[in-house]
């Protein structure tokens, strides 16, 4: 299992940007996928990005394609969302985990339990 802290979020204007942060301890952190997932007021948890293990490939919901960038930094174990162009519905709280090995757009079962989150407001 891994531990997750998400940080980086707070409110911020239509058309800013935010950097979030994902700290991963536990198991070995750079054999994992890991991915980006958001949760909306009054709605469910949804897939933002993921991102493979070294990094190589990357991958986007396509509400947030052009907008957001993933990366990973598998020394510091720790992965970033870099988020431009806000728009306010991209309000939500904002979590990480490793996603399945089968489908990216979905948490890898038995990883553990979900962080906190980083609460991301956008303002109009």
């Known amino acids: 299992q891994v531990q997750l802290v998400e940080s980086g979020g707070g409110l911020v204007q239509a058309g800013g940007s935010l950097r979030l942060s994902c700290t991963v301890s536990g198991r070995t952190f750079s054999v994992y996928r890991m991915g980006w997932f958001r949760q909306p007021p009054g709605n469910e948890r949804e897939f933002v990005a993921a991102i493979s293990w070294t990094g190589g490939n990357t991958y986007y919901a396509d509400s947030v394609k052009g907008r957001f960038t993933i990366s990973r930094d598998n020394a510091k174990r720790t992965m970033y969302l870099q988020m431009n162009s806000l728009k306010p519905e991209d309000t939500a709280v904002y979590y990480c985990?490793?996603?399945?090995?089968?489908?990216?757009?979905?948490?890898?079962?038995?990883?553990?339990?979900w962080g906190q989150g980083t609460q991301v407001t956008v303002s109009s």
């Open positions: 985990a490793p996603t399945s090995p089968t489908n990216y757009r979905n948490p890898r079962d038995g990883f553990g339990s």
